[in-house]
């Protein structure tokens, strides 16, 4: 049974960092391109960033220069190093991999 896990959210002001965790298991991590989208209150679902199995990145234009996606696939591991974050980054936050998401974690940015 496949299970992805994230962990780091929570509530930091303009300018802050946050770094998410999503821990995956029951299923070959090292081999799967790896995402983590967001929600925001009362807006679709969005593309953040991807990892693919040799490291290879990409990221929304939105993020790009403040967040980075890495993975240690020695411990079925993504992360979202999340720096800079503006009000604008409030949302929920999902790792997702093929038809599997996780159960998402709160990310609210505010003074």
């Known amino acids: 049974q496949v299970q992805l896990v994230e962990s780091g959210g929570g509530l930091v002001q303009p300018g802050g960092s946050l770094r998410l965790s999503c821990a995956v298991s029951g299923s070959t991590f090292s081999t799967v391109v790896m995402n983590w989208y967001r929600q925001a209150p009362g807006k679709e679902r969005e593309f953040v960033a991807r990892?693919?199995?040799?490291?290879?990145?990409v990221y929304a234009d939105s993020v790009k220069g403040r967040f980075t996606i890495s993975r240690d696939n020695a411990k079925n591991t993504m992360y979202l190093q999340m720096n800079t974050l503006k009000p604008e980054d409030t949302a929920v936050y999902y790792c997702?991999?093929?038809?599997?998401w996780g159960q998402g974690t709160q990310v609210t940015v505010s003074s």
């Open positions: 990892i693919f199995s040799a490291g290879g990145t």
């Open positions: 997702q991999f093929g038809s599997y």
